[in-house]
């Protein structure tokens, strides 16, 4: 069955870190990259970067430049998020996902999530 | 701001048809995929690519895509259909961008 099954909620002081973790199973996971999206209470979605599983190269999202590391651990196929220096603007549900994309013939490029991990609440309140 | 937009919000009569939007440049060259989110939920693949829908997905959901926009149409609204709407798809930059979604309210 394909899935993904984050941690569990976590509360943080602000200017602590917290570390998310994705465990990825039925699929082949160093065949597709795991991108981290959060979800500000009320508010719309947010990439905040993507993990190759293969090689471990990583892409962050300019706003979370110097403060976010992904990392993964095939062996036990999971992908990790850490945000560090955190403030109450960080209080938000972050959600691992599968990115799949293929071109077509007529050059249009298609990419898409699925699946998406069930997401993990981070609480940053002093 | 995104670099896609969707209007914030649409209401459909039980059993109606209804279109959702998304405009963006990049979208002259990436397909944009959809996805439902409910309260409280993870947000759910409902379309994606040129002409596809997830296994499970019902088909009154269908998608298309002309010049900079791309549009998603749920054919029969069903009051389990109420939801926020995202599409999802590539900036200009080639980066990952979602719109700001639109809240999709059955009467």
């Known amino acids: 069955q394909l899935q993904l099954v984050q941690s569990g909620a976590e509360v943080r002081r602000p200017g602590a870190s917290v570390n998310v973790s994705c465990k990825a199973s039925g699929y082949n996971f160093i065949g597709y990259y795991i991108h981290w999206v959060r979800q500000a209470p009320g508010q719309g979605l947010e990439w905040m970067g993507w993990?190759?599983?293969?090689?471990?190269?990583?892409n962050y999202a300019q706003n979370f430049q110097g403060r976010v590391t992904m990392t993964r651990d095939t062996s036990i196929t999971t992908a990790y998020m850490e945000l560090t220096r955190l403030t109450s603007d960080d209080t938000a549900v972050y959600y691992c996902?599968?990115?799949?994309?293929?071109?077509?013939?007529?050059?249009?490029?298609?990419?898409?999530?699925?699946?998406w991990g069930q997401g993990t609440l981070v609480t940053v309140s002093s | 701001s995104s670099e896609l937009t969707q209007d914030p919000a649409v209401s459909v009569a039980l059993g109606q048809t209804v279109r959702f939007t998304c405009q963006g440049d990049s979208l002259r060259r990436y397909y944009a995929s959809w996805l439902q989110q409910k309260p409280g939920q993870a947000p759910l693949l409902v379309f994606y690519g040129k002409n596809n829908r997830p296994s499970g997905i019902p088909d009154r959901f269908s998608g298309s895509s002309s010049g900079n926009t791309a549009s998603l149409t749920i054919t029969g609204a069903q009051a389990e259909d109420e939801a926020d709407y995202y599409c999802y798809s590539r900036d200009m930059s080639g980066n990952p961008a979602f719109g700001g979604g639109t809240k999709l309210t059955v009467l």
């Open positions: 993990v190759n599983p293969n090689s471990g190269v990583t």
């Open positions: 996902a599968r990115e799949s994309l293929e071109y077509d013939n007529s050059g249009f490029f298609s990419t898409w999530f699925d699946p």
